[in-house]
């Protein structure tokens, strides 16, 4: 069974940064992408960066030019760097893999971006 595991969120001042690590164990034969989601209490679940086979890369508007999610295929994970963050950017952020055959999500990791 796969397991993904997020790391790095916390409290920050607006304007700091965080990385956010996703480790993924267990068996992964293909990855076709990963991403990060990221939800507010009372809001749906919302795509915050993607990255899929060949490397591309998709991004909120929101975070465009701010955030940067990267992987290691040797390493099973997949981080995502947040600089210039603001108030609007708490939440929980979640990990989601998807391989050939299965979907997978981590257990979520709070951000919170206050003074």
């Known amino acids: 069974q796969v397991q993904l595991v997020e790391s790095g969120g916390g409290l920050v001042q607006p304007g700091g940064s965080l990385r956010l690590s996703c480790a993924a164990s267990?068996?992964?034969?293909?990855?076709?992408?990963l991403a990060w989601y990221r939800q507010t209490p009372g809001k749906e679940r919302e795509l915050v960066a993607r990255?899929?086979?060949?490397?591309?890369?998709n991004y909120a508007d929101s975070v465009k030019g701010r955030f940067t999610i990267s992987r290691d295929n040797a390493k099973n994970t997949v981080n995502l760097q947040m600089s210039k963050l603001k108030p609007e950017d708490t939440a929980v952020y979640y990990c989601?893999?998807?391989?050939?055959?299965?979907?997978?999500w981590g257990q979520g990791t709070q951000v919170t971006v206050s003074s």
């Open positions: 990255i899929i086979s060949g490397g591309i890369t």
């Open positions: 267990g068996r992964i034969f293909t990855i076709n992408t």
């Open positions: 989601f893999l998807s391989s050939s055959i299965y979907a997978y």
